[in-house]
């Protein structure tokens, strides 16, 4: 028995969204009360009034005068997609990991993002919760252990896939995680590691490149350090008088790079 299919309602090949069309206004709406209400914004229970010292704090950072009444308050943030960020990811950041149903407030705001076609996930990183531009399930599988345990690898992946990246800021920290696990495996003696210094030592000592879970790779071992000379090329280089900022294309291959590599050592 063949399932009748309706194509009127399948949106798997349509372009992620990045902003908060109407359709999502409802359901995010609901997702920001009960988050007032879990972290006791109200005045008192069944109140639509939000407390003074609440209102006050969010006209401190935003520096714009803002009502008290919840839907005008909210209203206020939904006006654009840069507010409707930033109210998103400040309650993510303080509440995510908390709830009062079956799951976590980030992980509730997450299905609405992903049922509604965002281009932006609710995500955490392991230590804090945020708006993340969405990645395939394969990618954010393969990096999250190496995220989880190397710092550099957890800040590049924040600057990259974040609602404000910093691509410059990505090429930097995933060079400096390939760095330290080059010096952890063949240079622990090495105060000050850069790249392209310890490729050449590499090169020039006949060094095999041994991965985890494995004998040393001769093959695998050259290609590998033509692939980190080639990356080493893009640190700093709109420092060095190009005018050169790192792209997305670029930030993106110097991260993937930087995991590929700390996976190649780490996991067996």
Not at 142 to 156: G, M, P, Q
Not at 169 to 177: C, L, Q, T
Request: with cysteine; charged share 25%; hydrophobic share 30%.
């Amino acid at each position: 028995m063949k399932k009748v299919k309706n194509s009127k309602y399948d949106f798997s090949d349509e372009t992620l969204v990045e902003s908060f069309p109407p359709y999502m206004h409802k359901a995010l709406r609901g997702w920001i009360k009960s988050v007032f209400q879990y972290g006791g914004y109200y005045k008192y229970n069944g109140s639509d009034i939000l407390k003074q010292e609440v209102v006050n704090g969010y006209q401190l950072v935003t520096r714009t005068t803002l009502p008290e009444y919840d839907e005008y308050f909210i209203d206020s943030f939904m006006a654009d997609k840069d507010s409707t960020i930033f109210l998103l990811n400040r309650l993510l950041d303080r509440f995510g990991n908390n709830g009062t149903g079956y799951d976590n407030f980030g992980n509730e705001l997450e299905a609405i993002l992903r049922l509604g076609g965002s281009a932006y996930s609710a995500s955490t990183d392991g230590k804090e919760w945020g708006l993340y531009y969405r990645v395939s399930e394969v990618t954010t599988r393969n990096s999250e252990s190496a995220r989880n345990k190397d710092d550099s690898l957890a800040e590049a992946w924040k600057r990259c896939y974040g609602v404000n990246p910093d691509y410059n800021k990505v090429v930097i920290e995933s060079i400096n995680s390939i760095e330290g696990v080059l010096r952890d495996k063949y240079f622990p003696k090495e105060q000050r590691p850069q790249i392209g210094k310890l490729v050449e030592q590499l090169k020039n000592n006949n060094t095999s490149m041994a991965f985890a879970g494995s004998e040393s790779l001769d093959n695998h071992g050259v290609e590998s350090l033509e692939l980190l000379k080639n990356l080493s090329k893009y640190r700093g280089e709109h420092k060095n008088g190009t005018g050169h900022d790192a792209t997305r294309e670029i930030a993106i291959y110097a991260l993937n790079t930087a995991i590929w590599f700390w996976n190649l050592h780490n996991q067996k």
